[in-house]
């Protein structure tokens, strides 16, 4: 299957999406205590594009703003906590007050980059879990309903759980902390100015990380692609398949 190729206003386009993305996100999490809320409605806006092809509505973001308002916070709260803890261990480092020098500081900010890969990649699922709900809710009242805390159990139930981006792969959770390491080095190199812009470009690079190895294995043969994990699933094919031929339209046998 051929791959279309984007003309080159297109990826202007898109690379300005992010820009506002970013700013957007930025402006949400400036009271602090939206943090949380507000990464996770960028999440899970990086989804819907990345799933189907377009950004979504206000509507949408609000919903999954609301929605994530108290978890997000308690989760801020953690990450606030654990970052601060890591900033005065590599003062102390630095100043000798600690023994280790410069092996243990390389070696906490090492780990330090894969605790937040990881934390990025939950933020990865947090994004595809809302937006997969959202999607599934079908009318602007169904989705009024749930902005309000009034949904039903079987919905809930019938909504499938964030992708498993993290249990399966440790490459995934290196390539996530590269991606972080290296927002938190371009922070520095910037202008503060430009900063907030990093943040829509940095949830785009953790979300194709995340899925990389789903689109790697469209593009393998049938038997090294079963050696695969799926880690996350893009939008269903018009056409029926079945897995006994590996990977054929339903009905249709493949030769020897």
Same mark, same amino acid.
């Given at each position: 299957?051929?791959? +279309?190729?984007?003309?080159? +206003? ?7 999406? @992010? *820009?506002?993305?970013? @700013? ?22 990086? #989804? ?5 092809? $377009? ?20 989760? $801020? ?5 654990? @970052? ?30 894969? *605790? ?14 809302? $937006? ?58 910037? #202008? ?14 953790? #979300? ?45 046998? @493949?030769?020897?």
């Amino acid at each position: 299957m051929s791959v +279309r190729r984007r003309d080159w +206003r297109e990826t202007v386009q898109v690379a300005t999406d @992010l *820009a506002l993305l970013g @700013l957007l996100v930025t402006v949400a999490a400036a009271p602090v205590v939206t943090a949380g809320a507000a990464v996770a409605a960028g999440s899970a806006a990086v #989804h819907h594009y990345l799933e189907y092809d $377009s950004w979504p509505g206000p509507r949408f973001c609000w919903s999954v703003f609301r929605r994530r308002l108290v978890s997000g916070f308690a989760v $801020s709260a953690a990450c606030g906590v654990a @970052l601060t803890l890591v900033v005065i261990d590599i003062l102390a480092l630095r100043a000798g007050t600690v023994p280790g020098g410069r092996p243990l500081m390389v070696l906490t900010v090492v780990v330090a980059a894969v *605790a937040a890969g990881y934390v990025g990649l939950v933020v990865v699922a947090a994004g595809a879990a809302d $937006s997969a709900r959202l999607r599934s809710l079908g009318s602007a009242s169904a989705l009024v309903a749930d902005a309000a805390g009034l949904r039903s159990a079987s919905l809930d139930e019938s909504v499938a759980g964030p992708p498993d981006v993290v249990g399966r792969r440790p490459a995934t959770i290196a390539a996530a902390a590269g991606v972080v390491a290296l927002a938190g080095v371009l922070v520095m190199l910037v #202008h503060p100015v430009l900063s907030p812009v990093l943040a829509g470009y940095t949830l785009f690079a953790l #979300h194709v990380v995340a899925r990389r190895p789903h689109v790697v294995a469209r593009r393998l043969p049938v038997v090294a692609r079963r050696r695969l994990p799926v880690v996350a699933r893009r939008r269903p094919s018009p056409h029926p398949v079945d897995e006994r031929v590996g990977g054929a339209p339903a009905g249709v046998r @493949l030769g020897r």
